[in-house]
């Protein structure tokens, strides 16, 4: 949008242009990986209990006493922490290094590896602050 | 009208632009010309605040524009209409929504009097039945139209158009050209425009200011540009044999 002059034209509209294009996807991703996070656990435990009824090593109600015997609340709410920062760390560093890119479609590409390098990094830095805190 | 006062801009150790004052008049095509990198895009971007001047004013009917904070700003910005280079349109959008969108943002028109006004600025830029059409659907100079027609949708105050003819024709060049032109004169917009376009410097500059290392080199108007004995400006207009051949026979 900055390259072709998008963003420019919502400036001069008057706009608050980094307020309309960064904060709802920084809502959105903030929702959207907790919750992708949520679903995925689902699957991956449905995912066991249907391999259980498959393969018969181990038998369904084992499986259930086994997930629940192993179940620790502290665990699911240190990883929909976990999702809810790193929703925002991605979402804020890409739009960033998106919103304030300049030039021509190569330096769109560069804004795009910028933002995939710096939040892993920014990632793995919440990732041991947080279990630092929380474990 | 439009007030502008000894406008500077630098870029670190560049200053691209070195004092730039002029006053630009309603329902006038004011042309602002200038070689590649004489700062005529830079001295455009100053005026509509895209680009905050190092020193200098920039006054919109005496209000004093540059030292206004964003909220201030808003107002005037809705006095304001642009046409980009590119035209800038919302690639998301329909070539409707694109005209709607600040109607959307600045006014309390009902859903109907947004789709009649979409309906009639696209009718002013004879683009009818391509509301639902996306940009990418568009050629260069329909997307050039229908950036003009979400420029005028506010009936702004205030036109500013950055390289129309560029990536277009000669013939729609013209019909760009001709289409400014008639909504400056009909609405009494001040209108501001960059270009290199010769033939639009000499169709519509009724108003030209030229720009050159940075400075206000000449201004003047189209009529006077072919008895001007500035050298700059004589390079820079009969640049081709053509042009050339052109100012032989006045």
């Known amino acids: 949008m900055r390259v072709t002059e998008q963003i420019d034209a919502l400036e001069i509209m008057g706009v608050n242009a980094p307020g309309y294009l960064i904060s709802p996807k920084i809502i959105a991703s903030m929702t959207m990986v907790p919750l992708l996070v949520i679903i995925s656990i689902t699957l991956g435990l449905t995912g066991g209990y249907i391999a259980c009824l498959v393969s018969g090593d181990v038998t369904p109600a084992d499986y259930l006493i086994g997930v629940r015997d192993g179940f620790d609340g502290l665990t699911v709410r240190v990883a929909l922490v976990k999702a809810f920062v790193f929703g925002f760390i991605i979402a804020s560093i890409c739009a960033y290094q998106g919103f304030y890119t300049s030039g021509v479609a190569l330096e769109v590409g560069q804004a795009s590896t910028r933002g995939v390098v710096y939040s892993c990094v920014m990632i793995l830095f919440a990732d041991l602050v947080i279990t630092r805190l929380m474990l | 009208m439009i007030e ?224 001007t004995d500035n050298k700059e400006l004589n390079d820079f207009v009969f640049a081709s044999k053509f042009m050339r051949a052109a100012k032989a026979k006045l």
């Not at chain 2, 060049?173 to 009494?188: A, G, H, N, R, V």
């Open chain 2, 4 to 227: 502008i006062k000894d406008i500077h801009k630098t870029f670190g150790e560049n200053e691209v632009l070195k004092g730039i004052s002029a006053n630009f008049q309603p329902g006038k095509n004011n042309l602002i010309i200038g070689g590649s990198g004489s700062g005529k895009t830079t001295l455009l971007k100053c005026i509509v605040g895209l680009h905050e001047p190092t020193k200098g004013e920039v006054i919109f009917a005496g209000e004093n524009f540059t030292k206004m904070n964003f909220e201030q700003r808003v107002p005037i910005r809705t006095h304001i209409g642009m046409l980009f280079q590119n035209s800038a349109l919302f690639d998301s959008m329909t070539v409707e929504e694109n005209i709607i969108f600040p109607l959307n943002l600045f006014t309390t028109m009902s859903k109907s009097e947004k789709l009649d006004r979409a309906n009639f600025c696209l009718k002013r830029v004879n683009l009818e039945n391509t509301n639902n059409l996306y940009p990418a659907e568009l050629s260069g100079g329909m997307k050039k139209r229908v950036g003009i027609a979400r420029a005028i949708s506010m009936q702004p105050k205030y036109l500013f158009v950055d390289e129309p003819n560029s990536g277009l024709d000669p013939k729609t060049s013209i019909l760009i050209d001709d289409l400014i032109s008639e909504l400056t004169e009909e609405y009494q917009i001040t209108t501001v425009i960059v270009t290199h376009d010769m033939n639009s410097v000499m169709g519509i500059g009724e108003h030209v200011l030229f720009l050159h290392d940075g400075q206000k080199w000449w201004e003047g108007s189209n009529k006077e540009i072919a008895h």
